[in-house]
Each structure stands twice: as structure tokens, then as C-alpha cells.
């Protein structure tokens, strides 16, 4: 089976412009979550979506970025306009239930110049 | 608020020695308690996972961990460990009401060979 798919896995922008991640969870997962993880840190949550619900964006930076799961399965989180701060890696993560546990994607690791 | 102590930030340990990492956690009901690894570059990978029941949990590539309510900690132990195990651990606690994982900030381990 699968695992939760992201790309890119890596992206170099210069600060001010857009970045998108997109990813994949596991076949049937409902919940998607992303995290953020800056170095030497845990991944913190940014958002939770029920199918194409966001039901916990309450850590999302909403000045800048934002998510969507139109359809229910893959997610894109994306970063307007992007700063030297947002440099960190973006993990996505997807769960049978919100009770279930939580397998996790490779990650995208991002570097803002 | 839940919060998870991870109080050692690297670890060092003989290839072959037993290996103890600390988790202590905070929070007011009985937790969903987790141990992710994650090696240089990847996603995190579920080790294993407490719910409910025995307190000793076993988990992949020989790994346990034991559930200590009155001293809130959820430590991890391998009685002999392999150079493929050098890696960052983190351990999480998963809230009952809002579904959230509360992530320690992660130990780093080292395996000499």
C-alpha cells in the first residue's frame, strides 16, 4: 500500500513569492493534517481536514497561507507571499479517523532566500 | 495545555548498548501516547502506540515503551541497539477531545560504532 506522497520534496524560493505543497494521503484516509517543522523542533500543527473540511485551521497563519482539499483527497497548502521565516519543512500527514493514527509523508523542505 | 518534555536533546549510545529515551507529558485525561522516528531527510515513522490496556507496549525494530501514569512518562527502550537505529525520536500525545498531536521538541540519537 501506498504511504502519504508529497511534492516537491524540496523547494528554493526567493522571499516574496508564492510556494505551493501538494499531497497525497493513503487510499481512504479521511483526515489530513498539516504540520510545520522548523529545525531542531517537533512538527506543530497547522491544519486538520474531515474529508474536504477544515475542521482545525486554528494555527494556520490565514495572512499568508492557505489549504484546500476540494475533493476530499489530496491537499495543497500554499505560502503568499512567501518569508525568510517560513523556511522549514511542511509534513503532511493522514489518519482513517480522527482517532486513527497518524502516518506521515516525506516532507517538503523548503529554503526562502 | 498538553505539552510533551523530551528532556535530552542528543544521545549517545555503543552500538550494542541498551538505549533509554525520556518522555514525560502533561495532560489532564488518560493520553494517546506515540513514538515517531524520523532519519535525516525522511518523514516520521510510527514505532508504536499506546491506547489503552497493558502499559507496556511492544513496537517495530525491537522497540517498547511503558506507560507510567503516576509519573506521566511514556519512556522508550531498546535492549541492544544497531547503527541503523542513529535517527531523531519524537515522542507525541494525541488529545481525546480535539484530536491534535502534541509533539516533543525530539532526541537525537547517536550510535557509535
Known amino acids: 500500500e501506498a504511504g502519504v506522497v508529497q511534492s516537491p520534496r524540496y523547494k528554493i524560493i526567493e522571499k516574496k513569492q508564492p510556494v505551493a505543497f501538494w499531497c497525497n494521503p493513503i487510499s481512504g484516509h479521511n483526515t489530513l493534517y498539516w504540520y510545520l517543522q522548523n529545525l531542531g523542533q517537533g512538527p506543530e500543527l497547522l491544519i486538520r481536514?474531515?474529508?474536504?473540511?477544515?475542521?482545525?485551521d486554528s494555527q494556520l497563519p490565514k495572512d499568508r497561507f492557505s489549504a484546500e482539499r476540494l475533493k476530499g483527497v489530496d491537499s495543497t497548502l500554499k505560502i503568499q507571499p512567501a518569508e525568510l521565516g517560513d523556511s522549514a519543512v511542511y509534513l503532511c500527514?493522514?489518519?482513517?479517523?480522527?482517532?486513527?493514527?497518524?502516518?506521515f509523508g516525506p516532507g517538503t523542505r523548503l529554503l526562502v532566500l | 495545555a498538553q505539552s510533551v518534555t523530551q528532556p535530552d536533546i542528543h544521545i549517545t549510545v555503543s552500538e550494542g548498548a541498551s538505549l533509554e529515551l525520556r518522555c514525560n507529558y502533561s495532560y489532564g485525561a488518560t493520553p494517546y501516547l506515540f513514538w515517531y522516528v524520523q532519519s535525516p531527510g525522511q518523514g516520521l515513522q510510527l514505532l508504536l502506540k499506546?491506547?489503552?490496556?497493558?502499559?507496556l507496549v511492544q513496537g517495530i525494530k525491537g522497540f517498547e515503551a511503558e506507560f507510567k501514569r503516576s509519573q506521566s512518562s511514556f519512556n522508550l527502550r531498546k535492549p541492544s541497539v544497531h547503527w541503523s537505529d542513529a535517527a531523531e525520536y519524537f515522542c507525541a500525545v494525541g488529545t481525546s477531545g480535539t484530536y491534535k498531536y502534541i509533539f516533543g521538541t525530539g532526541t537525537r540519537l547517536k550510535v557509535l560504532a
Open positions: 481536514y474531515e474529508n474536504e473540511e477544515a475542521v482545525d
Open positions: 500527514a493522514s489518519s482513517g479517523g480522527a482517532r486513527e493514527t497518524q502516518y
Open positions: 499506546y491506547f489503552s490496556g497493558d502499559t
